[in-house]
Nanobody
Framework: QVLLLESGGGSVQTGGSMRLSCVASGYAYTKYWAAWFRQNPGQRREPVAHIDSNGNTEYHDSVKGRFTISADNAKPTIYLQMNNLKPEDTAMYFC???????????????????WGQGTQVTVSS
């Protein structure tokens, strides 16, 4: 069974930075697709960024130039460096992982079959 554990959330002021981590345990493949999503109560879960085991990345337009996704393939461990944070970035952030075969859009929730419990990020103005 694959488990994802996110950490690094908290509260920060507008313009601040934060780094989220997601550690995967029990993952038996060398290839993966991984992503970060975020969600506020009563709203749809929206994509933030994607990375694969080859280092290819994709970002939602709302975070381009501010957020950077990276990974350590050893576990794997997925990171999200968030800079110049804005109040609209406030949300619960979820890590997601998908084992091969990889099909579907990279920033689509249904593409991923394993999810973490989430970590809260709050940005105050």
């Amino acid at each position: 069974q694959v488990l994802l554990l996110e950490s690094g959330g908290g509260s920060v002021q507008t313009g601040g930075s934060m780094r989220l981590s997601c550690v995967a345990s029990g993952y038996a493949y060398t290839k993966y697709w991984a992503a970060w999503f975020r969600q506020n109560p009563g709203q749809r879960r929206e994509p933030v960024a994607h990375i694969d085991s080859n280092g290819n990345t994709e970002y939602h337009d709302s975070v381009k130039g501010r957020f950077t996704i990276s990974a350590d393939n050893a576990k794997p461990t997925i990171y999200l460096q968030m800079n110049n944070l804005k109040p609209e970035d406030t949300a619960m952030y979820f890590c997601a992982l998908n084992h091969p075969p990889h099909t579907g859009p990279r920033l689509w929730t249904d593409t991923y079959n394993t999810w973490g419990q989430g970590t809260q990020v709050t940005v105050s103005s």
